[in-house]
């Protein structure tokens, strides 16, 4: 995992030049976000088990995938939707903070897609789990905060998709 800082500085070094005007606007723009990007993270870690909860009720609970026989029906099966989606937030505020979605790619998605094709999750009701998430994230930091961290869960479900 990188921070913003990192990866520009490493992008610059390797082609061995100075940062460029747009790496340095980048890098402004992520000290001025800093502190805004610090208090969503602290609202999101105070309320993830909230966050989560109402991400389940939002977009898969009522659903066939929580009907007997859907993909969600016996409690193990649920635990394990609950702990995937909260693995994605807490991953996907680890990339917030860091300004950068490397993070998601080392720890959450690659491989996803695969495995859960191979144990048969449905990827179109995690996708759509995973923008309820979006949605539900956002009531709680703001609308500026959730554009920042909007971003980080659109890359996820791109990723999925």
């Known amino acids: 995992m990188q921070d913003a800082i990192t990866s520009l500085i490493n992008s610059s070094d390797v082609q061995g030049k100075y940062l460029d005007n747009n790496s340095l606007e980048k890098l402004q723009h992520y000290y001025h976000t800093g502190d805004m990007r610090a208090r969503a993270a602290t609202t ?8 989560v909860t109402q991400t389940v009720a939002k977009s898969l609970l009522y659903t066939d995938i929580t009907a007997p026989g859907g993909n969600m029906y016996t409690c193990r099966r649920y635990a394990a939707c609950v ?3 909260d693995y994605f937030l807490r991953y996907a505020t680890y990339a917030m903070l860091a300004g950068d979605p490397s993070i998601l790619d080392e720890r959450i998605l690659n491989g996803l897609r695969e495995t859960y094709n191979s144990l048969g999750v449905p990827i179109g009701a995690t996708i759509r789990a995973v923008q309820a998430m979006k949605e539900v994230t956002n009531s709680m930091i703001g609308a500026d905060a959730g554009k920042e961290m909007g971003v980080y869960f659109d890359y996820i479900a791109s990723g999925l998709s």
């Not at 999101?44 to 966050?51: D, E, G, P």
């Open 83 to 85: 702990r995937d989606l």
């Open 44 to 51: 999101i870690s105070a309320n993830a088990k909230t966050i």
